[in-house]
Structures are given as C-alpha cells and as structure tokens.
C-alpha cells in the first residue's frame, strides 16, 4: 500500500463528516480504541447479549387469565430468535453503528439527481407534535380537521407550483406516483374505448420509467437523444402513433439538460392523443420559473423527498404525489380531499362519486408525516423562497462546473454535453480512464477519503463512465470549491500514481467490499 | 421567509464572473419564454420557523389524537407504545438523513441495521428471505401478487374477504396493470369460507391471499387456506400482524410462500397512516423474484466483515423494463425503528406483550358482549381486536363515546356493507383493564341511550 | 483464464457464443470476450432441459454484479442438458469459458445452420 497521510488531512480541511474511520493500512499501528471497536462492530445485533437480558418490562396482567385462548395448533410453540440485550447494549450497539454512515448533516453529498439538500429540523419538530404523531388514520374527519386541511393547503400549492389543478398526495415515493401515473394514462385511455400498447421513454430515463411501464401492462419503446442532449424530436415523430399511450420526460432531463423542444414535443405526443408524463425527479431547477403544466404535461410526480425536503432516512422514506389536468382528474385514487361550503375538510372514500377512480395504490391516506415536512417547507419559503431555491440550485451547479472546468480536471472529466446546466450536470471520465487509467468508480471511492460523498456514477447509461453532479442550493461556495480542489487533487496524484485512486478508500470503516461474493451465494441474514 | 441558502451579494458576484455570465437569468436561457411563468407563485409568503411552528401546531391542536382520548381504533394500525430509544436513535442525524447506501464504505450502519432487520423479519415469519422492506402493507400485498404473476404467469388473483379492504382494493389497482383479475372469498363466523374458497380455485389463479389474523379480528387457518392453494399449483400469501407472532404460528410454519404485512406496529408511530413501513419475507425459491432492496454480507479488501445492498440485477436500474419490480427505495428508516423496536421487546418480551394482548381481549370481548344490546360479531379465536354487532346505529353511538373521551373503535360499515351494524374493537398494552372497564361503561351507556332513543321514535 | 483464447476447434456466433458439435449434439457456451466484458460472473438462469432454442434468440441470462445479459443460442434444436455445477460455480464461466464454463447440450434440428456461423479466425477478426 502506498497511501500517504494527505488524505487525513484533506478532511480536516474540508470538515470531516464525522464518520468513524480507521488508520491507513500503514500508518504507525499502534493497536487503537478504535480498531478494538471496529472488530466489535462487526459484530450483529444477533451475536450480542445474552439468554435472559431484557429492556422491555411488560405492563401488569390485570385481566383474569384465562387458558386456551389459542387452539394449540394455532399457537407458536418455538418464539423466534429475536435478541436478548439490555436497553444500554441496544443503545450502544446501534449508536456505534451510526456512526459508520455518512450522513447529510456531516459533509456534503453531490448525488446528482437526488437533491440532497439541507432538511430543517423544524420539520422533525412539527411532525413529532402529538396531534400529528398520534392521530390515527381511520379518525373520523371531523376530528382530524387540522390534518385534512394541511393535506389540503399541501395539494393546493403542488398545483399551483405544477400548474395542473388537481392533485392526490397518496403515491408512497416516486416510483409509485409514476405507477399512478400510467395506470390513470390506461384508465383515461379505456374510458375513451382505447387500447393503446406502449410507452415512450427517451434513452436517457431512470430505470423506473422502464419498470413501472411493465409493471403497469404496457410495452417501452426506446425515443433516441439528440446532440444537444434533448429528445430527438425526428425520432419521437417516427414512434408517435395511434398505439402509443404516452410519453415519460423529466425536464431538465437526467443531463441537467432543459429540452428548449418540449412544446413541440408536447405538440407531437397530443397529436395522436397520447399522455405526457413528467417524471418530477429534477423539478428543483425550475420552481416559480416554469412549470410543468404550462409546459403541457398531463400527469407529474413530485419527489416530497428531493425538492421538498424530506430526509431520505438511508433508503425511505418517501413521498411521491401526483398532479394532473382536467381531463385526467376523473380517473384520481380514492380517497379524495373535498371541502365544503361551510369550510369542513372531508375523504372521499365513496365507489359512487368517484366511479372511475383507478382506486386506492395503498393503505390510508399517504405519508402524512412527509406531508407535515413538506407543508412546513413550503410555508416557510413561500413564492419567493421556492423561486430563489431553484435559482440558487441552478447558480450552484454552474460554478461547480465551472469550478470543474479549469486546466487539470476538464481534459479529464469534460461535461458531457451542452455549456451550461441547470440544477446538474454530467461529466464523462472517459478520458480520466483512458488517459490516467482509473475509471469513475475509483473517482468516487477516492473522494470518500476527501470526506465527501460521491456524486451518483453509471448514470445516465448513455454517457461512458459517467460523473452525475447536483450539488443543490444549500451548500456554500466554500464547499463547492473544496470539492473542486479535491476532484482536482486526485487528478493530480493519479497522474503520478493511479494505484492511490484504484485501491481506495482507505479511511473508511470498510475498504471495497467483495459484492460478487455477496451475491454469488448470498447470506443474507444471521445464522442462528 | 427562510430559505437555508447561502449566497451573499459578493459571493452572488464572484461566482457569476467564474460562470462567465452577467446575471442568474441567463442560466434559464434554455427555457423558452413561451413555457415561463412571468410571474410570482401563486403562494403564502415564507414565514420566519417561529410562526410556522406555531401554524403547524394549530393544525395538530385541530386533531383529535391519540394523546387525547381513549382509544380502541384499530383496523390496521395501533396505538402500541413507541419506546424512547426508538425516537433517540431514528433522530440521529447518521441514519436519518443519509440517502441510500450506494456507497457501502460509507454506509455500514445502514446496511447492517437492513441486515438485522431481515434476520429479525425472518425469524418473525418462519420464512428464510426478507428484503430490506417496501412501502407499507397494502402495496407490500400488491406486490407479492406481482411475485406470483413472475412465478407461475397466472392471470387470476383470489384473496380473502378479510383482509385488510385497503390491501384488496390496492389489488385491485394493481392488477390491471398485471393483466389480472381478482375473486374475493366470503367470510362465514367470522373467517375465509374453505369450501368458497375451494369452488374459487382452478389451475388459472396465481395466488391465494390470507390475512393474519384477519380484518374482523379472527384468527385464520392459514394451513388449510395454503394447502387449498397448493393443490391448484397456487402461491400462498399471508399477510401478517407482525406483533402477533409472539403468540401465533409463523406462516412460515404452516405452508404459506411469501408472507407480508403492515410493520406500523413495529415501533413506528401512527402519523395518519404513515410513512412506515412493509415487509416482505419468501421461501428460499423465490430469492431472485424478490422486489426490493436486499443487504448482504461479504468481506472487504482486508478481510474485514462488512455489508452491501446485493442481488440488484433484479432491480430497476440494472434490469429496467424486466425487473421485478419498480420500487426504489425501501423505508429503511422505518425499517430501523421495527428492528430497535424488536430488539427491545426481546426473544421473551414479544410473547409476553402478545400473552397480554391475548388476555385483555379476550376479556374485553367478554365484558363488552355482556352489555345490553351489544353482542359479538363471531365467535373465533382472537389476539388483539374483535368485531361486536350494536343494536344501536354505530356512528351516533361513537359520537356519544366520543363525548365522553373514549375512542371506541371502528365503525365496520364504512368499510364491510354487510355489518352496517359492526364495531372493531382494538386493544394495545397502552390500554388496561381499567381503560376497558371504562369502555363498557360508556359504549353500554351510549348503546342504552340510542336504543331509548329509537323507542321513543318508533 | 486471464488471458484471451479462442479455440480453433470450436464455432463462433457473432454475439460472442461458441459451439461444439459431436454426434448431432451440441455443447454451448460463451467466448473469452463475453466474460471479460461481463465482469465478474455470479449467476447462470439456466433453461428447462426439454425446451427448444432458436438460432439467434435468447436461451438463458447471466449476471454479473451490475449487469444482466442474454445469453444467445448459435443453432436451433432442443435442450437435452443443462451445467448444473454453474449454480454453485458460476466463476467457471470466467475460469474456463470453453471447459467448465460450459452452459448446455442442445440436439440440433436444423444441422446445415451450423454454415452461417465462424470459424475462429473469422470471429478474432471481428473483435477488431
């Protein structure tokens, strides 16, 4: 190994998120605190405590006891082999484990597409208040009137920011209000005595897209890109036809590219009286500028959990509603939000009233507790905030290009496409690879020893060794520039010695973990 | 207005000049103007944190929750006690606001904690795989119906009319897309009718869904309802109260193929209805049909112990149009919460919290059932919730409980038109003997008073 | 095997298949130049011994960590065995592509199609 001390160092200077790191391999190895907690760490929840610990003391049993509840051969007779800890153990084992993540509010997370920016902690303040907390979905409306009317105000401004009229917060993520979208596309279709058979995605889509228009009973047909990064309208004009059920666009794409096409694209898709469907991913750039009704889309999904600020927890959750035009409102999930005249908030739930309704795509109402972030977010923005959110986003993105433009770094990493981005832009490390002989995945593992998380790698897949980067209007200038200087740094010591970049990290509590094992014969739960 | 930015004037300036434009508009050149909005969102004006604190806490003080009254509302999810250390840990920043472990070096915790989780989901199930989990417990149903759709390729659906009516219509949605249809089987005293359920099956249904215990309560002969599917070559999918598998067999034990469920009760909060989360658990055959994310275990370079998210060529990002599924994400913070939840209760305390549950409803369905006018709805084991018929309208009689601080549960019409006249009846450990005493004080009163109510009409 | 080998004695189908014909029966599998653009193999979805494949169509998949790929038949006829042992060392397709690598034994319908595919030399030179 031949990693040196620099790396350390880079941290402090950028400010090291705090993870728990060990030593370089040959760094002087005194046997530490923390290498003794690494081993212990390793170890899971299942190979700690011991028989007959406990935390939990059950409440009195203050009912008579009766005896053959349960039919024997309806009653466990082996209890499954949950642990035995005492509640300090739990605490420590978990909080140890805690700090072997990298986490949002310890160090910047470029993970374009993703919109990693900053989450409020007013917002956990709120939806920890009891009467958010503890109320109960099936609470008769007129008890859970506050809840309704935030659901409502919430549905109220993602029209107004969409600029469709009717929206259903319900979809759980958004993978889910994609799947919404094209069941309401097959239901607006049906009701029109249609049956149409595919589904348009351009080449450069999120894997959903593809998947959620299987799941939804539709064949995908391919729509190629053109040089600038846009839909290639020629292509699109030759697969529009009469058995095309829609279009799914994100706009600004996945390029960080706004398609400058995107009302003759609409043009073409309304033509032979198909959908178009945006897919919310990227909505951050263009908040209070343009909205993706006026641009003519029929069906959006937001992602509550990027534009609006839901933290992402480690994988969920999320939140992901949908609006839609006049046309397609009929075909809306159950329940809905309805106010009456005396101002009382109510849920639709009824078969009679929402007759065409596609139905419910899950339990209860939705992420409620998404929603009370949300809401919280947008009060606290308002009109102007939101605008200046995606104008910073937008500003952000573009000095950390230009930032990554400079000698040293862009004959390596050049922007993929066009001159300018929106709220992301895509690098190409084909030249880093082929010039210095690391490819994007060494990249990345290399800047978690910079103490920075890495921006989202092989996407989209129609850039070779593609760096995908939104840094998101949260971050400072001054962060933005540390990643400039390190991305730059690594360039450098590859140039010298591309074994640093290969054989990185080195700092982290695991190094480069063998995933072809793991899935070659996969063990993926404690043997007991 | 808050806005958690950070652009002074001159940094505004500087980084302008390193762009190499004059204004942030330019950056927008891309946007046709025809498309532009040309004028301010129609929207509130931001607001400093204090006053939106004190907007979202005039919402909540609108809500009438569990903190304000006695409840015995159920019906798919439960007021259980959310232990403090569940909070203290999901608040911390590492496993609250990272995104997904794409980058396993970085995201050991998060990948252990799924680890643990699907161990624990495992154990809990009777049944060798679990994913990371998935949404909640309808769509987690809906799921395990596309499952059996990659399986076996069959094109009808049969579920049990007691399960949860959100997981049937959630069935129902989905199976459009899946080219399905679905059948439901009747109820009689209470649970899925065998012989219904025998005249439904044939070589055309895919699989076969039972709920555990089931919607009015009861608990089901998940056995039998297997071994019914199996002889038609169907898959068994039971969907499971996670909290009740202190006291009741596995699924895992009696046949089932895939079992899932509503985790909510696992530590997680009521929230009018979520975020929280689902689980997903199958035989070892269906490994690779999984959706989902799923932790593995393997070594790092060194040979140290470590974990990362494995077997994604079965998911959307590396097999797009043929994954077998278009999930995401899993509710891996939720999914914490049911595993810390897990661990506290302990290998001897989720029997006895089910032992409890077991014993207080039995004698609410007992004291209630006593009560003029109020009798049980069947007569079939239950755990934790039962189904009363009232002879007496049910929401005027819940507007009177209300009035006298009690919750008394769930009014079966709204979601079963042939019990316009049925209660659901939920007991948690957070409810003792003395808050049930209390019930059949006032749901007895209620029920007295309605039905002098309708005399004096009639 | 680290280091590129085509076998003369075998056949060659443009999508990156071999074929070895003994006695109307023919063993398939996939070229050096398959697994190593592959990667690291971890998974072999076999086909149904009984079932037919098709010259050019799809017969099975394999999968890397990252990557799913179809696996494409060099001749039509009917599966009369399948490797087992590749679903316990799916690492032989890298190891030994053209020995234990092996994927199935087909017997051929339509033996004059074995004309259309190529012969080692006229495969080496279509990787260039």
């Known amino acids: 190994m031949t990693g040196s001390g620099a790396p350390l160092e880079d941290n402090r ?61 309806l009653r466990r007779t082996e209890p ?46 709120v939806a920890a208040l009891p009467g958010h907390a503890r109320l109960h979905p099936f609470q008769r409306p007129q008890r859970a009137q506050g809840a309704l009317e935030l659901m409502w105000n919430l549905e109220r401004s993602l029209a107004e920011i969409a600029g469709l009229p009717h929206v259903s917060l319900q979809p759980s993520a958004g993978s889910h209000g994609e799947l919404a979208g094209v069941l309401l596309t097959r239901a607006y279709h049906e009701d029109r005595g249609e049956r149409r058979h595919k589904v348009l995605t351009p080449d450069t889509a999120h894997g959903t897209n593809p998947a959620t228009v299987t799941m939804a009973g539709y064949e995908v047909v391919k729509v190629g890109t053109n040089p600038d990064g846009g839909v290639d309208v020629d292509d699109l004009r030759a697969k529009a036809d009469a058995d095309v059920a829609c279009l799914m666009l994100t706009n600004p794409n996945t390029l960080g590219i706004f398609d400058a096409n995107i009302e003759q694209i609409a043009a073409i898709v309304h033509q032979v009286g198909a959908t178009l469907y945006y897919d919310g991913a990227n909505l951050n750039a263009v908040m209070g500028v343009t909205r993706p009704g006026d641009m003519g889309f029929d069906i959006v999904h937001f992602n509550l959990h990027k534009t609006f600020t839901q933290p992402h927890g480690g994988g969920g959750p999320g939140s992901g509603p949908i609006a839609v035009s006049d046309r397609i409102e009929p075909y809306l999930p159950r329940p809905v939000i309805v106010r009456g005249e005396d101002g009382t908030f109510d849920l639709d739930e009824g078969s009679g009233s929402r007759a065409k309704s596609i139905g419910r795509l899950r339990g209860f109402q939705g992420n409620y507790g998404c929603f009370v972030r949300s809401y919280a977010y947008i009060r606290s923005l308002g009109a102007e905030g939101l605008k200046d959110a995606s104008e910073v986003a937008v500003l952000n993105a573009n000095y950390l290009l230009a930032r990554l433009s400079r000698a040293g770094v862009a004959e390596y990493l050049p922007l993929a496409f066009g001159k300018l981005c929106m709220h992301e832009f895509v690098l190409s490390g084909a030249p880093m690879k082929k010039e210095l002989g690391i490819r994007t995945l060494d990249l990345a593992k290399r800047l978690l020893d910079h103490g920075f998380h890495p921006p989202t790698i092989y996407f989209p897949l129609l850039v070779d060794e593609a760096v995908l980067i939104e840094p998101t209007e949260t971050e400072t200038r001054e962060t933005l520039d540390a990643f400039a200087d390190a991305v730059a740094e690594i360039l450098r010591e590859a140039a010298d010695d591309p074994e640093l970049a290969r054989s990185a990290p080195y700092t982290t509590p695991v190094r480069r973990l063998d995933e072809a094992a793991a899935a070659k014969r996969p063990v993926i739960r404690q043997p007991l | 207005m808050s806005t958690y930015t950070s652009v002074t004037p001159e940094d505004l300036q500087a980084m302008l000049d390193a762009i190499g434009v004059g204004s942030v508009g330019e950056l927008f050149a891309q946007v046709p103007e025809a498309v532009r909005l040309g004028r301010p969102l129609d929207l509130p004006a931001g607001l400093p944190e204090q006053d939106v604190f004190a907007h979202l806490r005039d919402l909540a003080a609108r809500n009438v929750s569990a903190e304000d009254e006695i409840t015995f509302l159920g019906a798919g999810m439960y007021d259980h006690y959310v232990p403090a250390l569940v909070d203290m840990l999901t608040e911390r920043s590492e496993f609250l606001t990272p995104y997904t472990p794409y980058q396993p070096e970085i995201s050991q915790g998060g990948l252990q904690v799924m680890f643990e989780y699907q161990t624990a989901i495992s154990e809990l199930t009777g049944l060798p795989v679990s994913n990371a989990s998935v949404y909640e417990g309808p769509s987690a149903l809906a799921a395990a119906g596309y499952l059996a759709k990659l399986t076996n390729g069959r094109p009808r659906f049969v579920i049990s009319r007691g399960a949860h009516p959100h997981s049937r219509e959630t069935l129902h949605t989905m199976a459009v897309g899946y080219g399905a249809t679905v059948d439901e089987v009747v109820l009689s005293d209470g649970v899925t009718d065998l012989d219904a359920l025998r005249d439904l099956l044939g070589d055309d249904v895919a699989a076969v869904f039972v709920q555990q215990p089931n919607f009015l309560g009861a608990v089901e002969d ?99 149009e043929k994954a077998t599924s278009n999930i995401c994400t899993s509710q891996a913070l939720n999914a914490l919460a049911g595993v810390v939840y897990l661990t506290w209760l ?75 006249d049925g209660l659901l009846v939920a007991i948690t450990e957070r409810r003792s003997r003395a808050d049930i005493d209390r019930l059949a004080e006032v749901l007895g009163a209620a029920v007295a008073a309605e039905r002098r109510h309708a005399g004096v009409g009639a | 095997m680290a280091e590129a080998s085509y076998p003369e004695d075998l056949l060659y189908h443009p999508e990156h298949d071999w074929t070895k014909i003994a006695d109307g029966v023919a063993t398939f599998g996939i070229t050096w130049y398959a697994q190593d653009a592959l990667g690291e193999v971890v998974f072999f979805d076999p086909p149904e011994v009984g079932s037919s494949v098709t010259a050019g169509q799809s017969y099975a998949e394999v999968e890397s960590v990252k990557a799913v790929s179809d696996v494409f038949a060099p001749l039509s006829g009917e599966i ?33 199609e074995q004309e259309s595919l190529l012969d080692r030399a006229a495969y080496v030179a279509s990787l260039t």
Not at chain 1, 91 to 120: A, I, Q, W
Not at chain 2, 238 to 244: I, K, S, V
Not at chain 2, 297 to 315: I, K, M, P, S
Not at chain 2, 369 to 385: F, I, K, M, N, S
Request: with cysteine; aromatic share 6%; net charge negative.
């Open chain 1, 13 to 73: 200077l950028h400010g090291d998120p705090g993870i728990e790191r060990t030593e370089i391999d040959h760094a002087p190895s005194a046997p530490t605190v923390a290498s003794a907690m690494q081993r212990e760490r390793a170890m899971t929840i299942f190979e700690k405590g011991a028989p007959g610990r406990r935390a939990f003391v059950a409440p009195e049993l203050d009912v008579p006891v009766t005896g053959d509840l349960l039919p024997d051969r």
């Open chain 1, 80 to 125: 499954p082999r949950l642990p035995e800890l005492s509640e300090p153990e739990i605490v420590r084992h978990y909080v140890r484990l805690s700090k072997r993540n990298f986490d949002l509010d310890s160090g910047f997370y470029p993970l374009g597409s993703c919109t990693m920016k900053h989450n409020p902690r007013l917002h956990e303040r």
């Open chain 2, 222 to 320: 998940v056995e039998a309802i297997a071994a019914a599917a199996h002889e038609h070559g169907a898959l068994a999918v039971c969907a499971a109260d996670p909290l009740t598998l202190g006291v009741l067999e596995a699924p895992g034990n009696q046949g089932v193929d895939v079992c899932i469920g509503e985790g909510q009760t696992l530590g997680n909060r009521l929230d009018f209805g979520g975020p929280s989360f689902g689980f997903f658990a199958a035989a070892e055959a269906h490994l690779r049909k999984m959706p989902g994310r799923i932790a593995g275990e393997t070594t790092d370079v060194d040979g140290r112990r470590g974990f990362v998210l494995t077997l994604q060529t079965r998911e959307q990002h590396i097999r797009r």
């Open chain 2, 346 to 420: 302990g290998r001897r305390g989720l029997g006895e919290l089910g032992e409890l549950m077991l014993q207080r409803t039995h004698y609410a369905r007992e004291t209630l059932a006593a009560l003029d006018g109020v009798a049980a709805l069947h007569d079939q084991p239950v755990v934790r919730e039962f189904a009363l018929t009232l002879d007496a309208p049910v929401d005027r009689v819940l507007d009177r409980c209300a009035g006298d601080g009690v919750n008394a549960g769930f009014a079966l019409g709204r979601a079963y038109e042939e019990h316009p």
């Open chain 3, 80 to 112: 009369v065995e399948v490797n087992t042992a590749l679903g316990d060392t799916p690492e032989a397709i890298n190891d030994d592509p053209y020995g234990a690598g092996w994927m199935v034994k087909v017997s051929l319908s339509e033996e004059s």
